[in-house]
Structures are given as structure tokens and as C-alpha cells.
């Protein structure tokens, strides 16, 4: 039984509408669903990922209107990658964020940098098979688009804490970087920690949780291997989407494992996903109260379209 890569990361947003610039006009991706939190229906879930909305590609954003920008700490991600094709992506990648005055750092193989409300990006030009995941965009060349995630990166006091549940409950491995990989049949994410003493704030721009895709088959397996590893997991819960377990690893980050579909088609056909706002059966009822109260959004593709 092995995880397959990373399904999507859940990060917090106060500005909904600057959020889906960035991330569908700037990055190129595909907005998949517009729903709401399934805790809190009065604000948005935001899903941005590859054309399907594959997990592996899946950046979600749940909206908390004008939230302070929180700061990452031990006990959460503090950085997000995806990868690229290549060093000619990063260049293109390097001039197109100046641009949009987004300041840039160029290393080895990559390009760091932040979102608007200072969550941690990185673009990676990473060595694998694994299918690259795109969206269309009209400003971006289809060679250099962003293809699915790479790998997240956490901040922990104790780099080791995490490594027998990991290793043992989770079967990821040993990675060359310093962290660990889980890899499936089909995909593969890597998972790295970064030494800190300081706590975090959680707000806006910051990680609330990286979910984990299992085949839907495997999935209450995965909730059993938690539980013998000394891991506290949730029930599992319908999502509707995909179906969740979710528990805290042992250096602090909120995990959770997501079955791999049925996905975002469930509820709409695949060349509309993300255009109206989806409700998931048990909150339909409440799209009267809800849809008018929701931040106010403009999705770029719509004026891409009209062009
Ligand atoms: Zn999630």
C-alpha cells in the first residue's frame, strides 16, 4: 500500500478576489470548483488545479474575508512547489511574477517566491515520470506551464520526530533532500522539513492542512494504519468530491488522505467546472441565503473566452 503523492493543499485566504487573480491569471491554473466550506457555508472554498482537476494539482483556498495575515510556524507548511519542465520555464516564470511585482529568487533548479498575501511558492524543474498536470492559459506557452506539485515544506522543532510514523504508518521513504517521499503507482510527493523553534500564527497566506491521495479501495486501510501508528484520526468524512480522514503527524502538521475521486465532474460537466458555485446535496438547500452573502469574484477565463 503506498500513497500517491500529494493530492492538494488547503491554505487560508482574507481576499477572494485577489486570490483567483494570482492564481488563475498569474499562474495558469484552472479553477475547478468555487463551493463553499463545508464548516463554515457563508465563505468560499476555492479549488485551483490542472484542466481536470486532477489530485496532484489541486491548490484550495478556503476564504475568511479580511483575515489577518497569519505566520508559519513549527507544526505547518510553510512552502508550496510545483514543478516545471524546465530552466527555460524558469526564466519565463522569473520575468512574468517581476512583472507582476512579485519578487523572485532564483537557486538551483528553482524559483521561490510568495502569493499576495505571503503564502511561500516554489517552482521546480524536477526529474520524473510522472504525468505532468496542466491547465490551459493563454498567456503561458504549453511547455512552461506549472504541471502539479512537487513537494511541501514544513517547519518542525525535531526534524526526527516524524520519521517512525511516517516511515512505518505512511510507508514514505527516505528522500534525497532532507524529508521523505510517498510514492504510488502513478504519482509521487516529497515531503521536507525545515528546523524552527518558532511558533505560528495561522491567518491569511498560511497552510492549513496537505491532504494525501489514496485509491478510493485502500482508503480505510490507510485510517487503520493510522490508528496503530499512535495516530488520532477522524471518522472518515464525505466530501463529496472525495472522501478525508484527517489527524495531526507527530511533528504537528494537520494531515489528511483523500480518496482519488470521484472528483470535481461529480456535480458538473468537465468544460464548465468552477464557472457557477457548487453546492454538494446536503447544502443546496441553502444557495438562496448563501450565493448572496459570497464575496464577489471575477474568473479571468471568462474574459480569456471573450477574447
Ligand atoms: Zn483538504
Not at 72 to 96: I, N, T, Y
Not at 209 to 232: D, K, L, N, Y
Not at 277 to 294: A, C, G, I, N, W
Request: hydrophobic share 35%.
Amino acid at each position: 500500500m503506498r500513497l500517491e503523492g500529494i493530492h492538494h493543499v488547503t491554505a487560508i485566504t482574507g481576499d477572494a478576489p485577489g486570490n483567483v487573480d494570482f492564481y488563475v491569471r498569474v499562474l495558469g491554473l484552472r479553477l475547478v470548483k468555487k463551493t463553499v466550506n463545508q464548516d463554515d457555508p457563508t465563505v468560499y472554498h476555492l479549488f485551483y488545479a490542472d484542466e481536470r482537476g486532477s489530485a496532484g494539482a489541486d491548490i484550495t483556498f478556503f476564504e475568511y474575508p479580511g483575515a489577518q495575515r497569519g505566520r508559519a510556524g513549527a507544526g505547518m507548511v510553510h512552502q508550496v512547489a510545483f514543478r516545471v519542465g524546465s530552466e527555460e520555464a524558469l526564466d519565463l516564470w522569473a520575468e512574468r511574477l517581476e512583472r507582476e511585482g512579485v519578487s523572485v529568487s532564483r537557486g538551483d533548479q528553482r524559483l521561490t517566491f510568495s502569493d499576495p498575501e505571503g503564502l511561500g511558492l516554489e517552482l521546480v524543474v524536477a526529474e520524473t515520470g510522472d504525468e505532468p498536470l496542466t491547465a490551459e492559459s493563454p498567456e503561458i506557452p504549453a511547455e512552461h506551464r506549472i504541471q502539479g506539485f512537487d513537494h511541501v515544506r514544513a517547519f518542525t522543532r525535531d526534524p526526527e520526530a516524524s520519521r517512525s510514523f511516517l516511515e512505518g504508518s505512511l510507508e514514505f521513504t527516505q528522500s534525497a533532500e532532507s524529508g521523505f517521499e510517498a510514492r504510488g503507482d502513478q504519482r509521487g510527493g516529497l515531503y521536507l522539513y525545515d528546523t524552527t523553534d518558532q511558533a505560528g500564527i495561522p491567518g491569511a497566506g498560511t497552510v492549513h492542512h496537505v491532504a494525501w491521495a489514496s485509491t478510493p479501495e485502500e482508503h480505510e486501510a490507510w485510517r487503520e494504519r493510522v490508528i496503530e501508528g499512535g495516530g488520532r484520526p477522524t471518522p472518515v468524512i464525505d466530501r463529496f468530491y472525495f472522501k478525508s480522514i484527517y489527524f495531526r503527524e507527530p511533528s504537528g502538521v494537520l494531515f489528511e488522505i483523500a480518496t482519488i475521486g470521484p472528483g470535481f465532474t461529480t456535480d458538473e460537466p468537465l468544460e464548465s467546472l468552477g464557472e457557477r458555485l457548487s453546492l454538494p446535496p446536503d447544502f443546496e438547500h441553502l444557495r438562496e441565503q448563501v450565493e448572496p452573502v459570497l464575496t464577489p469574484i471575477t474568473n479571468p477565463r471568462e474574459a480569456w473566452a471573450a477574447r
